[in-house]
Structures are given as structure tokens and as C-alpha cells.
Nanobody
Framework: QVHLVESGGGLVQPGGSLRLSCAAS????????MGWYRQAPGKQRELVAR???????NYADSVRGRFTISKDIAKNTVYLQMNSLKPEDTAAYYC?????????WGQGTQVTVSS
């Protein structure tokens, strides 16, 4: 089981930026994929962005062009840079890792976009 710890959430005004971090307990270079999901109240959890071991990236249509996922293998950390934030981006954001041992999730970090 991989332990994931998210950080970087908070309250930001529309149009602002935040960077989320996800620190993993193991070597992320061996993970199949790492990604960020989000869940707003009353809604299902949805994929926001994902990065594979080879560096390929996928984004939800709603965030493409505004969010960027990246990883630092030396720090075993994945980042989500979020720019031009909108109120509809408000949600709990969860880090996910898919490894040969199965799926692991972080505890989540809250992002609130409001004026």
C-alpha cells in the first residue's frame, strides 16, 4: 500500500492560481499512473488529470489549458498547477496512484474558489 499526502489546497478568488502537491511514500518511478481526482458536494468523483510512468498526460476537458500535472521523481511528488480557477473548480481534490500493488488514495485537500 502506498501512502499519499496532499497539500496546497485553500481558498482562492476566481482567476487565481493554486498548486497542489502529492507526496508518495514509495518511488513514483515504478507507479503505472498518478493522478488527481476531485469531488464536489453531491457529485461523483471525477478525473482531473493523470500522468503515466512514461510521462503521458491526460486532462478532463473542463480543465485542459488551465491545469498542468507534473511529477518530480527525485522528490516522489506529483503536482497539479491550477490557473484561471473558476467557482466550478471548487471541490475536494484527491491524489491517486495506480501501482502493481493496486490503487491508493490520499485523504484529499479542499479547494474553494470564491470571491
Amino acid at each position: 500500500q502506498v501512502h499519499l499526502v496532499e497539500s496546497g489546497g485553500g481558498l482562492v478568488q476566481p482567476g487565481g492560481s493554486l498548486r497542489l502537491s502529492c507526496a508518495a511514500s514509495g518511488s513514483i518511478s515504478s507507479f503505472n499512473t498518478m493522478g488527481w481526482y476531485r469531488q464536489a458536494p453531491g457529485k461523483q468523483r471525477e478525473l482531473v488529470a493523470r500522468i503515466t510512468s512514461g510521462g503521458s498526460k491526460n486532462y478532463a476537458d473542463s480543465v485542459r489549458g488551465r491545469f498542468t500535472i507534473s511529477k518530480d521523481i527525485a522528490k516522489n511528488t506529483v503536482y497539479l498547477q491550477m490557473n484561471s480557477l473558476k467557482p466550478e473548480d471548487t471541490a475536494a481534490y484527491y491524489c491517486h496512484a495506480a501501482t502493481r500493488l493496486g490503487d491508493s488514495w490520499g485523504q484529499g485537500t479542499q479547494v474553494t474558489v470564491s470571491s
